[in-house]
C-alpha cells in the first residue's frame, strides 16, 4: 500500500462549523504533514509531525488545529475559518523526517461560505 | 518569501520530442533540489532529486541539471509523452533534520499527441 487516502474529498462549511479533515497511511512511514494549496499555486508547508510529535508549525493560525493520534494517522481540525481559508488541504508523509520524497495524498477541496 | 521559482508558466511540446523545464533558486543554504508532478486533481508526486554537492542526476526517461554558479536547475524529460503533461513544481529543502519542502511557482507541461 503506497497511498496517503484523505477524506473527505470536498467539504463546504460555514465560518461558524467545527470540521476535521483526516489523512491515513500504512507505509510505515514516521513524517506526517500538511500542506496547503490555493488555486494555481505551489504548496504551502503548515505542519510536519516526526515521530508523532509537532516539530514544525509554520506560523499557522489557531484556527487550525492538527493532531496525530497515531503513527498512520493525521487530522487536522478546522475552527471559525475564514472564506480565504478555502483551497486544497495536502496531506503527505515520508519515510522519515529528513527525506525529501513525500508521498501526497489527493487533497481535500475545502471551501469557506 | 519564495526563494524557488521557474522561468515559464506554460510549456508545449509535441509527443517525442524532449522537454526541458528551468528554475531559479536564491537560497544558496540548500540541501536538496527536488521535482515533483502535480497531475490534475492530483497530489504531486515525487519525480526526482539532487543534492547540493552535485550536479547532474538521471533518472527514467528524466534528467536534472544543477547549476550552483547561476542558481539554476533544470528537469529533463526525454521522449515526453502525454501523461507526462501536468503541473511541475521544483523544490527545495534544507537538511535540517526535517523535510521542508519550499515549492516554486510551477510550469504546466502540456504534451501534444
Known amino acids: 500500500d503506497t497511498e496517503v487516502t484523505q477524506t473527505p474529498k470536498h467539504l463546504v462549511m460555514g465560518m461558524t462549523n467545527k470540521k476535521s479533515l483526516k489523512c491515513e497511511q500504512h507505509?510505515?512511514?514516521?513524517?506526517m504533514y500538511w500542506y496547503k494549496q490555493k488555486a494555481k499555486k505551489p504548496p504551502e508547508l503548515m505542519f510536519v509531525?516526526?515521530?508523532?510529535?509537532?516539530?514544525i508549525n509554520e506560523s499557522v493560525p489557531s484556527r487550525f488545529s492538527p493532531e496525530c493520534p497515531n503513527s498512520s494517522l493525521l487530522n487536522l481540525h478546522l475552527h471559525a475559518l475564514q472564506p480565504e481559508d478555502s483551497a486544497l488541504y495536502l496531506c503527505?508523509?515520508?519515510?522519515?523526517?529528513?527525506?525529501?520524497?513525500?508521498?501526497f495524498g489527493q487533497g481535500t477541496r475545502l471551501t469557506v461560505v | 518569501g519564495e526563494s524557488v521559482g521557474l522561468h515559464l508558466p506554460t510549456l508545449s511540446v509535441q509527443e517525442g520530442d524532449n522537454s526541458i523545464i528551468n528554475c531559479a533558486y536564491s537560497?544558496?543554504?540548500?540541501?536538496?533540489f527536488i521535482w515533483y508532478k502535480q497531475e490534475s486533481g492530483k497530489g504531486p508526486q515525487f519525480i526526482i532529486d539532487?543534492?547540493?554537492?552535485?550536479d547532474k542526476r538521471q533518472g527514467q526517461r528524466v534528467t536534472v541539471l544543477l547549476n550552483k554558479t547561476v542558481k539554476h536547475l533544470s528537469l529533463q524529460i526525454a521522449a515526453t509523452q502525454p501523461g507526462d503533461s501536468a503541473v511541475y513544481f521544483c523544490?527545495?529543502?534544507?537538511?535540517?533534520?526535517?523535510?521542508?519542502?519550499?515549492f516554486g511557482k510551477g510550469t504546466m507541461l502540456l504534451v501534444s499527441p
Open positions: 523544490a527545495e529543502s534544507i537538511d535540517s533534520g526535517y523535510s521542508t519542502l519550499t
Open positions: 507505509m510505515g512511514h514516521r513524517a
Open positions: 503527505a508523509s515520508s519515510q522519515d523526517p529528513g527525506s525529501t520524497e513525500a508521498f
Open positions: 537560497n544558496s543554504a540548500s540541501d536538496y
Open positions: 539532487i543534492r547540493s554537492n552535485m
Open positions: 509531525y516526526s515521530y508523532e510529535k509537532l516539530s
